[in-house]
């Protein structure tokens, strides 16, 4: 069994719930502390193919970073990403990866189906 990949904050609840239902799921599993290990653009990217969505999708409009840096601004996918690496708050998350797909796991209960496939 390939290993379950989760891209977690543990400042974040639901990221440690999700990470919390993974590991009762399997003992498969690699935690990517983005918000400590910059991730690579080709991570990055990667992630949104598996996820299939676009960067805008991913962000975290909420968060005073968006507000300040992207909001109101017409930006590229490319220069969005750019912005997510710098700014990693922007990624929403948990964000879980299995087999070559991913999930945003929000509820984290969405871990339950997704990894059990």
Known sequence: MKKIKIFHNNRCSKSRQALALVRSL?????VIDY?????TKDMLVKVLQDLEMSPSELLRKGESDYKQHVKGKD?????????????????????????GKAIVARPP???NDFVGK
């Open 26 to 30: 399997t003992n498969e599993v690699e």
């Open 35 to 39: 918000m400590n290990n910059t991730m």
């Open 75 to 99: 930006l590229s996918d490319d220069q969005i990403v750019d912005l997510m690496l710098t700014y990693p708050k922007l990624i929403e998350r948990p964000i879980v990866v299995n087999n």
């Open 109 to 111: 209960e969405l871990v």
